[in-house]
């Protein structure tokens, strides 16, 4: 069927061995999502399964929340789909980013901070 789509490379290169059923391009449509496909190491995977979250530092300085597409928070090594809070500029498709994953410090660590900004002011009258 004809798209008004765009071609993009998977990354293969001149003399790359590819195997049948292999794919070699990806075909996105004008209104298609920029996100970001990110490898994981096994110490942060179960971080971000767990739902802690996701900074993506741009080429441009700016820095924009992300979440992981539903499903894809797989095991170490399995390529993520980071999907970006605010829309990304087509033209970023294809730039590196910075991954910056935020680790909760889980219910104990926010009643720990909760007790000691209401003990903080007293702090100074004993």
Known sequence: MPCTCRATSLGLRVGST???GEPVLQ???????VGVLATFPPDLAFDLARGDRVELALPDGSV???T???GDAQGAGQPTLLIPA???AAALAGQPVRVRLIQ???WLGVQ????????APLSGVL
């Open 86 to 88: 605010t829309p990304l």
């Open 27 to 33: 075909l996105t449509t004008p209104d298609a999502v």
């Open 18 to 20: 590819v195997l049948a």
């Open 68 to 70: 992981p597409r539903g």
């Open 112 to 119: 720990i901070l909760a007790i000691s900004r209401w003990f």
């Open 104 to 106: 909760d410090a889980g």
């Open 64 to 66: 924009v929340a992300a």
